[in-house]
């Protein structure tokens, strides 16, 4: 991260307050390598930290107070701790503000803190499919963590923000990007097991093998909180139900035959899509750690793509386009990532090869008449930290 967005985040906050904030915390927006919509079917999941950060500058008050503001809107929301529930909160700083009601939520007593003054800055683009929501949340979440002396673990912290986002937001998404944004580590993606929460460190291994990660944000906004995302998960639950399984981590690639034969087409793709990526992960971790080298989960990458855009229907033209075109300029693999419907793709790209698929794919939105695209280079990073 630039010192500047946090040089930034401070000034920010002292020209808003007029004080001094009493620290800074920041926390990382993700990629998700492989694993797409496996995270709320207690599945698996590889996404890694990246180097764009949500920055908050805090400082304390002697009262009850919540004050809280972004870069992004002109607005400072003031709420008392007391009054502080999901019902009340909309728009924006219902993540923040969700968190600090999460936080009750897991037997944190709240009933005697200070009140805070909050002042947020990121360089993670937001809807882009970067996780933007985990970014502030896990930068929140720890700050309130440290400064209320809470006490509470990593793994602790990101369920309060997965909690803020599904109740507070109303977005029912899982634990992936909370997780990836607290317990990243420069180099290493974040290999989790939904079920367990138990996670591993597997290195990456990009920059010995001289390649990179390359996010190739479509502009295409999505939302979490309307249609499709609730959509895919309802017809995972009903797959499961129908299968006699208590979520679809229980049902493998052998099961699929029979899969087919009890649901209707549509439940079937749904059901294939996270079986086939389950078991996607699984690999795609069995090949880094056994030394395969990055350079051989392309296919992966590619096969996760098709599922998602045949079976799980997630994709958007935008994001078929970019990953068909940095395949072809010579991309090792490519795939949307995200919750789909919109934001990036990724790309796994040779150093040598990086400007010629950059160039080509936006010559290519270019011919299609889709808006440019904004490319750039992600690196493995560590996750949230006091700064
Ligand atoms: P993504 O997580 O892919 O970026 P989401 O729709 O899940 O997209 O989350 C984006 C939303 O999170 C924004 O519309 C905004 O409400 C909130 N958000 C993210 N970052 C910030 C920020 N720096 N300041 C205020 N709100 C933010
Ligand atoms: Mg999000």
């Known amino acids: ?7 930034d985040t401070r000034a ?10 009493e620290g800074l915390w920041s926390a990382p927006g993700r990629v998700n390598l492989i694993g797409e919509h496996t995270d709320y079917n207690e599945g698996f999941v590889l996404p890694f930290a990246i180097d764009r950060r949500t920055v908050v500058a805090v400082g304390l008050r002697d009262d009850r107070v919540v004050r809280v503001a972004s870069t992004i809107a002109d607005e400072v929301v003031e709420i008392s701790l007391s009054d502080l529930t999901p019902s009340v909160l909309s728009g924006w700083p219902a993540y923040p ?22 002042f947020i800055d990121s360089d993670v683009p937001l809807g882009a499919g970067l996780s933007s929501s985990a970014a502030i949340e896990s930068a929140v979440a720890l700050a309130l963590n440290d400064v209320w002396r809470l006490g509470l673990d990593r793994r602790t912290l990101a369920r309060v923000g997965q909690r803020a986002e599904n109740v507070a937001v109303g977005a029912p998404t899982g634990i992936m990007d909370q997780s990836a944004s607290l ?19 597997v290195p990456l291994g990009l920059a010995e093998a001289e390649l990179a990660i390359l996010v190739i944000d479509t502009g295409v906004k999505h939302s979490h909180a309307t249609g499709g995302y609730g959509e895919r998960r309802a017809a995972c639950e009903r797959g499961a139900a129908a299968l006699g399984a208590s979520s679809l981590r229980d049902v493998t690639v052998a099961d ?9 087409d549509v439940t079937f793709r749904r059901v294939r899509h996270v079986v086939t990526e389950n078991q996607r992960v699984l690999d795609t971790v069995e090949v880094l750690r056994s030394g395969g080298g990055a350079v051989a989960i392309g296919d992966l990458l590619d096969a996760s793509h098709r599922s998602m855009r045949d079976d799980f229907e997630i994709s958007v033209p935008e994001l078929d386009l970019a990953v ?3 395949v072809q ?8 990532t995200g919750g789909g419907f919109g934001g990036a793709a990724i790309a796994l790209v040779r150093l040598g090869d990086l400007s010629r698929v950059q160039v080509a794919v936006d010559n290519a ?23």
């Open 97 to 118: 503000l969700g968190v600090v009601w999460a936080f009750s939520e897991f037997g944190a007593d709240l009933s005697a803190v200070p009140g805070l003054d909050l």
């Open 12 to 21: 920010g906050f002292t020209d808003l307050f007029g004080r001094e904030p």
């Open 329 to 336: 300029a010579g991309a090792i693999g490519a795939r949307m």
């Open 183 to 201: 317990l990243g580590q420069v180099d290493h993606a974040v290999f989790l097991d939904c079920r367990s929460l138990e996670s591993e460190l």
């Open 256 to 264: 699929l035959p029979r899969a087919q034969e009890l649901l209707d």
């Open 324 to 326: 068909e075109t940095a």
């Open 365 to 387: 939105f270019g011919e299609h008449g889709f808006g440019q695209p904004d490319t750039f280079v992600v690196f493995a990073s560590d996750g949230a930290a006091r700064n």
């Open 1 to 7: 991260m630039s010192t500047d967005i946090r040089d």
